[in-house]
């Protein structure tokens, strides 16, 4: 079963979803990866969204980056944003990833940084996986998880 489904605007935005990808490879978490624009291509966002039952989402996404928000507007699931540095040095993506209206979060990490994407969706499942906990506990050096 897929844990994270991982949502990216756009082809560019490879490099980033690849430290996602890798990362939650390290700590054995399953994933599938989709492109699918928030602006370009709403109703496959939707889509994907709906037919899905991994427990996190991560949504990556540069310049007016509405795919983290739109994806939580069809759930209930906790979804990750990442911003992604296309222009002004990500400030764009940023804040449009962060300032999201009240009752509709987006756990927003750091510009670009989708390995702490991983980590965070990891530390999410692991409230109820032992497995991933046990390699959360790993990977950072806690004794015990
Ligand atoms: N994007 C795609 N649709 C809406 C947005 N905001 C983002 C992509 C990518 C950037 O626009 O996530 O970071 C540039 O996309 P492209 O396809 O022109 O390279």
Not at 33 to 49: F, G, L
Not at 107 to 120: C, H, Q, R, S, W
Not at 124 to 132: C, E, H, P, R, Y
Request: no cysteine.
């Amino acid at each position: 079963m897929v844990l994270v489904e991982i949502i990216s605007g756009s082809t560019s935005d490879g490099d980033i979803v690849g430290s996602v990808e890798k990362t939650l490879e390290s700590l054995g978490v399953s994933f599938r990866s989709h492109v699918a624009s928030a602006h370009r291509e709403p109703e496959k966002v939707k889509q994907i969204v709906e037919d899905s039952e991994a427990s996190v989402f991560i949504g990556v996404a540069g310049l007016s980056a509405a795919l983290p928000g739109v994806i939580a507007s069809h759930t209930l699931r906790p979804v990750i944003g990442v911003p992604k540095d296309v222009k002004l040095g990500g400030m764009d993506s940023l804040l449009s990833i962060v300032q999201m209206p009240p009752k509709v979060p987006v756990a927003t990490v750091g510009i670009d940084n989708g390995k702490n994407a991983a980590f965070l969706a990891a530390e999410i499942l692991g409230v109820g996986d032992s497995d991933v906990l046990r390699r959360l506990a790993e990977v950072r050096g806690f004794k015990q998880a």
